[in-house]
């Protein structure tokens, strides 16, 4: 994960088109089994569905035709990414190459575990992907097959209002905000899927060269014009996102005024603690929490 020296021109130097023909999942995949296959990485973190297909679970993946049952970016986030790499490598660096793939906000979570020493990311190659957001849990256990519908949809129309409400305002869906990654999968700007894989470490770079991608464009354009198309629509949505997210604040702010107000918002705790559980930077020496303060 050691940043480039010059983020800006590498970006331009060594990007490469992910050939998507066959769909944007199908090329993510199809990508990491010849990584795989190749020897690049050992194994992939990566999220799979459940058997009751009603959730998903990050796997640890080292045969190639399991990928197959894999999900880059699944329409809904039970689990954080960031945690799970936690989980991972709690006991120290790993001694096997392991690729993970995961959000922006999964990167920035996992890079708040190593502070904590809590993450180790030494033979870890994060990978991360332009970010539509999650369905609300709740909608989707209601009917998953229709939820997983109305994500992909969403997806194919860059839209997000059916995402989860945390979603709608995040500004931190892509490269710019993805510091640790190593590569990251770009498709915003870009029609029928196209994708772009710009290298955002010396290691991302090495890794492209070792699998050959090539600058090499598609049916959408060349190498320049898909990066320009994808760089200015994450512009021109973080813009947006950001000011939602300032509104956002501003409600927030007046629902919370004064401790009345406060207390209406927390009053319907029950000390169930799944909030500690899911927050993957959820960390303290001495949890009050778990203390005996409150049994």
């Not at 922006?104 to 033979?123: G, S, V, Y």
């Not at 955002?200 to 598609?218: F, K, P, V, Y």
Request: glycine share 6%.
């Amino acid at each position: 994960t050691e940043p480039a020296e010059d983020k800006e021109g590498h970006v331009d130097a060594n990007a490469a088109v992910l050939p998507t023909k066959e769909g944007f999942e199908p090329a993510v995949i199809q990508w990491l089994k010849e990584a795989l296959n190749r020897n690049v990485f050992e194994a992939v973190l990566i999220p799979v569905e459940t058997p009751a297909e009603d959730s998903f679970a990050y796997l640890l993946i080292k045969d190639p035709k399991f990928l197959d049952l894999a999900s880059p970016l699944p329409p809904i986030m039970p689990v954080q990414g960031g945690k799970a790499i936690g989980r991972l490598t709690m006991r120290g660096d790993l001694n096997k190459r392991v690729a993970a793939i995961i959000r922006p906000c999964e990167d920035r979570a996992a890079i708040e575990l190593t502070k904590l020493k809590q993450a180790h990311l030494t033979n870890l190659t994060l990978i991360t992907l332009d970010c539509p957001g999650v369905l609300p849990l709740s909608d989707y256990l209601d009917d998953p097959a229709a939820g997983a519908a109305r994500f992909r949809e969403a997806v194919e129309q860059d839209n997000r209002s059916p995402m989860r409400p945390t979603c709608q305002i995040c500004h931190r869906f892509s490269l710019a905000e993805a510091p640790a990654t190593d590569l990251h999968i770009g498709t915003l700007g870009n029609d029928d899927g196209a994708a772009v894989i710009v290298p955002g470490s010396l290691e991302g770079e090495r890794i492209l060269a070792q699998m050959g991608l090539t600058e090499d464009g598609d049916e959408s354009g060349n190498l320049p014009e898909m990066l320009e198309r994808w760089s200015t629509r994450a512009e021109q949505l973080t813009a947006t996102q950001t000011e939602h997210r300032s509104e956002a604040h501003a409600q927030l702010q007046e629902q919370v005024a004064g401790a009345d107000r406060l207390l209406d918002i927390f009053g319907s705790c029950i000390n169930c603690h799944n909030c500690q559980r899911v927050c993957p930077v959820c960390y303290c020496r001495q949890c009050y929490f778990e203390s005996t303060a409150l049994k």
